[in-house]
C-alpha cells in the first residue's frame, strides 16, 4: 500500500531507486548529494534493498562502473553534484553514446571558483548537450516520482539514453516535507524489468564502443538525436501512465495561472514555488508561470502552445553562460520563440545559493510589466546583486 | 582438447631441466597445455603493426580465459587497432569505455554479473601501461582495494605508443621518445620505471604477476592462475613495440626475451604476498646487448648504459640472490 511520511528530499529519492528494484548502484560522497547514498547505503545494508552498491573513489569511476553495469544489463544508478558531475563530463558522453538507460539525481550545487556548496543550477546545464535526458523537480514528492519516470523514459526501446533528474540541493535534498510513497507492486506494473536489445554477454558477443571513423561518426550522433526527439513523447505518455496508476502527474511544462496571462516568468525547478507563492500574493491575472520540468529533450511545441498568449516573458534561472550575458535557459527560450513577438527578458538569480525572495520575483514581474508598456528596461537583470560589490 | 596451434607439441622446458619433452608432460605447464582452448577469440585481420608485442599478450590471454569472460578496454593501441567500426577482433564480449577507467568500467561489469546471478563469468579489464601506471592508476587502486573479482591485465610497451610514442610513467632511463627526445641538454627519459606491479602488490591483493610475451606459457599459466583467483588479480605483461621501441618486426620476440635474460624486466608471482621468480635466466647478459638492438636506446653514452646497467644489477642481486632456483 501506498503511505504518506514525512521526509528529506533525499530519502524520497532513495525510496524511489528501491521501488524500482535498481540492481548497481555506484556512489561517491559530495554535499549535498551525500543523504542520498547514504540512505541507499542503509536500505542495501538493511536488506531493504537488493542491489550491489559499489563504494568508487571518484565520480568519474561511478559513472564508468554505471556504464559497465548497465552494459551487462543491470538497471543502475548513481547520484552527484557540483564538482562530481564535472568529473563525470567525459564519460557522460559515453553513457549516452553508447546508449545505456542510466539513471543519476544530480543534486544541483553551483561550480567552482569560488568553492560554494550551495544550490544553482550551472552544473546540469552545462551538461545539456552530452545527450542525457534531464528532469528538474519542483518537490521531494516530484523527486521521487521522476527517478520512477526517468528509468521507463530512459529504458523505452524508442529511447535507450540516460536520465538525470535535476533536484535544487539543500532547498530540495534537505527540506522536509510531506511524501507519498507508492506501493512496491504499483510501480512494478509501471516499471517492468530491463530488458535491453545488447548487453555484455558471453552467450551473445557484442562489441560496445567502437571507433567510429568519420564514415560513421554523424550517423550515430543522428540516431542520438533522433532517440531525444522520441523521448519527448514517451515522457509525455510514461507521465500520463503514472498519472493514471498513482493519482499524480506533472506534465512535461507546467502553467500556473497562465489562462490570461500577458506577463509570464519561465523556470526551472524548486524557485517555482516561490513564484507561484508571490503570483498568489498579487493576485493578478495577467501573471502566469510557465515551469520547464523536462529541459532535454527541449519542449519546443509545449511551450510555444503555453505562451501562445503572452506578450513579454522574464525567464528567471539560476545559471549564467559567462560571455554570453544571460542563462542558457533565455537563450534557448528565444530561440525556440524566434519569429514571434513574444518579448524575452532574463533573471539571473540564486547563483551559489544567493536567496531569490518573494521581492526579487516581484521586480522581475515589474520589469515584464514596464517592458509590457513599452519603456526601455534592461533585457537581462541579476537578482539580489550587490551592485558596489562588484 | 587439441594443443593449440601456437604452443609446439614440444617445448624445450628452459625452467626446469633444459630436456625436451610432451609439454602436456610438463608438471609445470601441463594443466595449462591441455585446458588451454584452440579457439582464437582475438581474431585475426586486426589492424595491429607485424610483430606487435601486445596483439600477442590479447590473444593469449583468451585462450586462457576462453569464451565465458567478458572483457573491459582502456583507450590504446589495442582499443583501436581491433574495433574500428564495422569490424571487430573480439569474438567475446567486450566494451571500451575511455582511457583511465578500465578497472572501474570492469568494477560495474563485475557488480552487475553478481546481481543478475553470473558469478561464474569471468571478468578481464585490459589497459596499456599509460592507461595504467598514469591516468588510470587511481581507477585501478579503486577496483583493487575493493576487492572486485577480475583480472587485470597491464600489457606494458613503454610509452604512449597510440599518440605516437610519447613518454609515460613505464618509460625505462634514457629511452627516446617524442616528449623525452635526446638533445644537447638531454639524454632522453631522466627516469627510472614507475615499479608499478609492487605497488599493486602495496594493496594486499591476492595474485600480482609480471610476465613477457617471449614466454608464453609462463605468461598463459600466470593468467590461468589470475583468472582462478577469488578477487582481485594483476598481470603486468611486458610487450614489445616495433615502431615505439625501433626494432624490426622479426625481432620483437627476441628483444622482449633478451629484456628478460638481462634482467631489465624480470618473471615473478606473488601468491597470497608469497613471492616466487618463475624464471631464471640461464646466463645474465649485458644490457648492452639489449640496448644495441632498439632505436629508442641508440643515443645512449657508455656512462648512461652504466648507470642502467649498475641499477639492473642491484634489482638482479635483490632478486636471484634470495632464490633458492
Request: charge should be negative; proline fraction near 4%.
Amino acid at each position: 500500500m501506498p503511505h504518506r511520511d514525512v521526509m528529506h528530499g533525499s530519502r524520497a529519492v532513495a525510496e524511489a531507486v528501491r521501488l524500482c528494484d535498481v540492481k548497481v548502484v555506484a556512489a561517491y560522497p559530495i554535499t549535498p548529494q551525500t543523504h542520498i547514498v547514504e540512505d541507499i547505503a542503509e536500505m542495501v545494508a538493511n536488506g531493504e534493498l537488493d542491489a550491489e552498491y559499489i563504494m568508487v573513489e571518484s565520480e568519474h569511476s561511478a559513472m564508468s562502473a554505471c556504464i559497465g553495469a548497465s552494459a551487462t544489463g543491470a538497471r543502475s544508478f548513481t547520484a552527484t553534484a557540483s564538482q562530481g558531475l564535472a568529473l563525470m563530463h567525459e564519460v557522460l558522453w559515453i553513457a549516452s553514446g553508447l546508449r545505456l538507460p542510466i539513471v543519476m539525481v544530480n543534486a544541483n550545487r553551483a561550480l567552482s571558483a569560488p568553492i560554494n556548496i550551495w544550490n544553482d543550477q550551472s552544473d546540469s546545464i552545462a551538461e545539456r548537450d552530452s545527450g542525457w535526458i534531464q528532469i528538474y523537480v519542483e518537490t521531494a514528492q516530484e523527486a521521487l516520482d521522476s527517478v520512477i519516470q526517468a528509468y521507463r523514459i530512459a529504458e523505452d526501446a524508442e529511447v535507450l539514453l540516460p536520465a538525470m533528474v535535476c533536484m535544487d540541493g539543500f532547498v530540495l535534498t534537505h527540506t522536509v516535507e510531506p511524501v507519498e510513497v507508492p506501493d512496491r507492486e504499483q510501480v512494478r506494473e509501471y516499471l517492468p524489468e530491463l530488458r535491453m536489445p545488447h548487453t555484455l554477454d558471453p552467450e551473445n558477443p557484442v562489441t560496445m564502443g567502437s571507433l567510429g571513423d568519420p564514415n560513421y561518426y554523424m550517423e550515430c550522433r543522428k540516431q542520438q538525436e533522433l532517440a531525444m526527439e522520441r523521448a519527448l513523447e514517451v515522457a509525455r505518455r510514461a507521465d500520463e501512465e503514472f498519472r493514471r496508476v498513482f493519482g499524480r502527474g506533472y506534465g512535461v511544462v507546467e502553467e500556473y495561472n497562465m489562462e490570461d496571462a500577458e506577463v509570464v516568468l519561465v523556470t526551472m525547478g524548486s524557485v517555482a514555488g516561490t513564484i507561484k507563492d508571490t503570483i498568489d500574493m498579487l493576485g493578478d491575472e495577467s501573471v502566469g508561470l510557465l515551469r520547464l520540468r523536462l529541459f532535454r529533450p527541449f519542449p519546443k511545441e509545449a511551450v510555444r502552445r503555453a505562451l501562445a498568449n503572452a506578450k513579454v516573458v522574464n525567464v528567471i534561472e539560476k545559471d549564467v553562460s559567462i560571455g554570453m550575458g544571460e542563462g542558457a535557459l533565455m537563450t534557448e527560450l528565444k530561440s525556440v520563440l524566434y519569429g514571434s513577438d513574444i518579448k524575452v527578458l532574463g533573471t539571473v538569480a540564486g547563483l551559489g545559493g544567493r536567496d531569490i525572495t518573494t521581492e526579487h520575483i516581484r521586480q522581475a514581474v515589474e520589469r515584464a510589466q514596464r517592458a509590457l508598456r513599452g519603456e526601455r528596461v534592461d533585457e537581462v537583470a541579476w537578482a539580489g546583486l550587490k551592485e558596489e560589490a562588484v | 582438447m587439441r594443443v593449440a596451434v601456437d604452443i609446439p607439441s614440444y617445448v624445450r622446458c628452459r625452467h626446469v631441466c633444459g630436456a625436451s619433452l610432451a609439454a602436456s608432460r610438463c608438471y609445470k605447464f601441463g594443466r595449462l597445455v591441455k585446458e588451454v582452448s584452440d579457439e582464437e577469440l582475438f581474431a585475426s585481420g586486426h589492424r595491429g603493426c607485424a610483430g606487435c608485442g601486445c596483439t600477442i599478450a590479447m590473444r593469449l590471454a583468451l585462450k586462457v580465459a576462453g569464451r565465458n569472460v567478458i572483457v573491459t578496454h582502456a583507450t590504446g593501441c589495442m582499443e583501436v587497432i581491433s574495433s574500428p567500426y564495422p569490424e571487430t577482433a573480439w569474438r567475446v564480449p567486450w566494451i571500451h569505455v575511455a582511457f583511465e577507467n578500465s578497472a572501474a568500467v570492469a568494477s560495474g561489469v563485475e557488480a552487475a554479473l553478481k546481481a543478475l546471478g553470473k558469478r561464474h563469468v569471468k571478468v578481464i579489464a585490459f589497459g596499456g601501461d599509460g592507461g595504467t601506471v598514469d591516468i588510470g592508476f587511481q581507477a585501478l587502486s579503486g577496483a583493487l582495494e575493493r576487492g572486485h573479482d577480475f583480472v587485470y591485465i597491464c600489457y606494458d610497451n613503454e610509452a604512449y605508443m597510440n599518440t605516437g610514442i610519447q613518454r609515460s610513467g613505464a618509460t625505462p632511463y634514457g629511452a627516446a621518445t617524442t616528449t623525452s627526445p635526446p638533445g644537447r641538454e638531454s639524454f632522453g627519459n631522466r627516469t627510472f620505471k614507475k615499479d608499478m606491479p609492487r605497488i599493486v602488490a602495496a594493496h594486499g591483493i591476492p595474485y600480482v604477476a609480471t610476465a613477457s610475451v617471449a614466454f608464453p606459457l609462463d605468461y598463459m599459466e600466470k593468467v590461468r592462475k589470475a583468472l582462478e583467483t577469488e578477487g582481485p588479480a594483476y598481470v603486468h605483461v611486458h610487450a614489445s613495440c616495433t615502431p615505439g621501441w625501433g626494432i624490426p618486426s622479426e625481432k620483437s620476440i627476441e628483444v622482449a626475451r633478451l629484456a628478460v635474460d638481462s634482467g631489465m624486466w624480470i618473471l615473478y608471482e606473488l601468491e597470497n604476498g608469497r613471492g616466487r621468480v618463475t624464471y631464471k635466466p640461464p646466463e645474465k647478459r649485458p644490457v648492452k646487448e639489449y640496448l644495441r638492438m632498439q632505436k629508442r636506446f641508440r643515443h645512449l653514452t657508455d656512462e648512461h648504459i652504466e648507470v642502467l646497467q649498475r641499477y639492473v644489477d642491484e634489482r638482479w642481486d635483490e632478486v636471484f640472490g634470495e632464490d633458492e632456483e
